[in-house]
Antibody, heavy 125, light 107 residues
């Protein structure tokens, strides 16, 4: 079974920073787009950020824009999310997720096929 | 942003039942609609992508369809392992958006 190993979660006060990492086997990392998705306690899934295979295209949810920074290291097969100016509403389990798109999945397709195990971020005073 | 409205939010059913979950998109998705299953404490798992294509290893009792901007996930005969929360997701436009989820519980 392929394992994506996430690290970096924990507790932080409002206004603080955390950096999440996702270590990914090279054969599923290289050449693919990646995302971060979060889930607040007892709530649904919320997409957070996207990065293209080259790292040149990056997008963020409005809720985190200007505070979070996604990055990837193609040499180390890793994905990161730098989270600054954290707020209570950022409390969630954060998942890294691979975005497989056409033509790898056929035509008219794009979905998250590999997910990390999730890491809990708690923002509280 | 594309809004995804999923219903019902919860559903009680018995083993062997046929169940249907629906999702309505606020605009056309050009087949970029996916379904995920999530069990407590676990990451979501893709069941179906591109409206109706079963991900490898997913049992054939799962199926899905579309009618315009309305999408349906059907489980033909519920098994114990199917009791979980299900989410639809549009991957047509960023920001990607998910439905609110449907929690499928044992009756």
């Amino acid at each position: 079974e392929v394992q994506l190993v996430q690290s970096g979660g924990g507790s932080v006060q409002p206004g603080g920073s955390l950096r999440l990492s996702c270590a990914i086997p090279g054969f599923i990392f290289r050449g693919y787009e990646w995302n971060w998705v979060r889930q607040a306690p007892g709530k649904g899934l919320e997409w957070v950020s996207y990065i293209s295979s080259s790292g040149t295209k990056i997008f963020y949810a409005d809720s985190v824009k200007g505070r979070f920074t996604i990055s990837r290291d193609n040499a180390k097969n890793s994905l990161s999310l730098q989270m600054d100016s954290l707020r209570a509403e950022d409390t969630a389990v954060y998942y890294c997720a691979r975005d497989v798109a056409e033509p790898d999945c056929g035509a008219d397709c794009s979905y998250f096929d590999y997910w990390g195990q999730g890491t809990l971020v708690t923002v509280s005073s | 942003d594309i809004q995804m409205t999923q219903s019902p939010s919860s559903l009680s059913a018995s083993v062997g039942d046929r169940v249907t979950i629906t999702c309505r998109a606020s605009q056309s998705l050009r087949r970029h609609l996916n379904w995920y299953q999530q069990k407590p404490g676990k990451a979501p798992k893709v069941l179906i992508y591109s409206v109706s294509t079963l991900q490898g290893g997913v049992p054939s009792r799962f199926s899905a369809s579309e009618s315009g901007t309305d999408f349906t996930l059907t489980i033909s005969s519920l098994q114990l392992e199917d009791f979980a929360t299900y989410y639809c997701q549009q991957s047509f436009l960023i920001p990607y958006t998910f439905g609110q989820g449907t929690k499928l519980e044992i009756k």
